[in-house]
DNA sequence: CGCTCGATTGAATACGATCAATTACTGTGG
DNA sequence: CCACAGTAATTGATCGTATTCAATCGAGCG
């Protein structure tokens, strides 16, 4: 099928029983009745460019994804145009769960790189919540996973000094993207501009710069390729006064 | 029962089925079936005093709340002391849920006025997505919703202007309040200290007061009795170029 | 080659932090 | 009833981090 607005749709290349991303340490092992459902519950799969919008704030969409490939940023916009990035989307994480849930997006994402969508209808939730509890619960869980990142975030945001939030945000998204493993013999590269971290961290541009330089001086980072790479995280952690992800294994819709 | 660390255990004044909250219209009406059974998922209730801790970042709560009547707020500390405010709990708002869910707590929640708890027992939650998919979907909704407020809050850090950011926090927390019926005749009093919002907006304490001091001269809230009350919430919002929150009815558990 | 996009840098400014008191209010004990 | 301690609000002065303005630079592209 040919693509319109940067997307195109197709019926399957990856079927959920050979899904490329379940079998990875991160996710959690699922009982054949659930993958079963979860295989009929896809209803195709979406290829997006970069730069693409994938979902829009203000609309009400019948669908919902999942990542099989590709990077994404979740983002709200004010009225006069300042940007706030909220999160970003790697692998493994749902798209879309609160418009479908709640209605209207009142985000919207946009993708940072090509990727490949799982697309899933919205009308059917309800069936999964009736016959499937623990994939239901599984869904909750990923909402309460989101919160929590949105809480760090946020802590970072208001009680972090620039260079802390810097160090903090590229450790962040470094691990997240290790623990799908995006890294292969090379560190993870991670495809985004300085505008998204000022605008995730915010700080103006130009400070952003400065900051990310000093990161770049101090050798905790390399910027090239048009994105980020990670080469001290240890230290990026220590620097930030994070903790690291300390997450286990998670459910994967 | 003799009260403790600032908190008392009773079994039950306030039975589901004459729940004070329910009636509202900020909340949607139930199945006869589903009110049963959240009837006996509650154990009890749990009064606590002003300033007592609720749950402790690091613990792993056996229960989850609903909040029956007070305020508390639910924040995140840093080693060195830093704290971030991640958002406020009132009336019929749920406690403890990323804890359940997810095990061990990661922010913890004070009461900013003596509270009354609902308290359920995290045991029974599966249960519950076994038997009342309604309900679990409910909480799903919950989890989606306190994360579109996180969202919006860290717009608000990210990108308002200390005046700005002020007026939204007061706009925000009032107009919530009104939904759950906290305004009688008089306007709302939102019990927190400008040591609060400073801790939420990610400002120094200095800071806030010229800035709410603002507002105050401005007539578009007043500060007494230990709290703030909105008098002007139409033009708080358009100073914050905020939108409101546009909610319609939700569950309560 | 000229264009565009993203990164970079210097300079001037401004917003918010920090430091340092002072004031107002509340509850407590003499 | 008053002195006192503790908490919260307030204010002025100074300092510094981050913003804004204004260019420049470099790589990729038609």
């Known amino acids: 099928m040919p693509g319109q607005n940067g997307r195109s749709f197709s019926s399957r290349q990856y079927p959920c029983e050979k899904c490329p991303l379940r079998p990875l340490p991160a996710f959690r092992e699922f009982e054949k009745q659930e993958l079963a459902f979860v295989s009929t519950f896809k209803k195709g799969e979406l290829a997006v460019d970069k730069g693409a919008t994938v979902l ?33 989307s790697m692998p ?28 899933f209808e919205r009308e059917h939730l309800p069936e999964l919540y009736r ?5 239901a619960y599984d869904i909750t869980w990923i909402a309460s996973r989101e919160e929590r ?26 691990s997240r993207a290790r623990a799908v493993g995006l890294n292969g013999k090379t560190p993870v590269r991670i495809p985004i501009t300085q505008q998204h971290i000022a605008d995730t961290l915010g700080l103006s541009l130009v400070h952003t710069n400065k900051t990310i330089r000093k990161l770049i001086d101090r050798k905790l980072i390399v910027w090239r390729d048009g994105g980020c790479e990670v080469i001290d995280g240890e230290r990026l952690r220590e620097l930030a006064r994070w903790e690291g992800l300390g997450e286990d294994r998670r459910p994967l819709i």
Chains 1, 2 share one sequence.
């Open 149 to 174: 990142m949105l809480d760090e975030n946020l802590l970072s945001i208001g009680r972090r000094t620039a260079l802390e939030r810097a160090a903090y945000l590229i450790a962040f998204i470094s």
């Open 92 to 119: 493994g994480d749902l798209i879309g769960l609160q418009g479908s849930l709640m209605g209207e997006m009142q985000h919207s994402i946009e993708a940072l790189s090509p990727m490949l969508l799982c697309v």
């Open 131 to 135: 016959n499937h509890p623990g994939l």
């Open 56 to 88: 829009v704030e203000g609309s009400h969409s019948a669908h919902l994804y999942t990542v099989l490939s590709g990077w994404a940023f979740r983002y709200k916009l004010m009225s006069d145009g300042r940007r706030q990035i909220l999160n970003y």
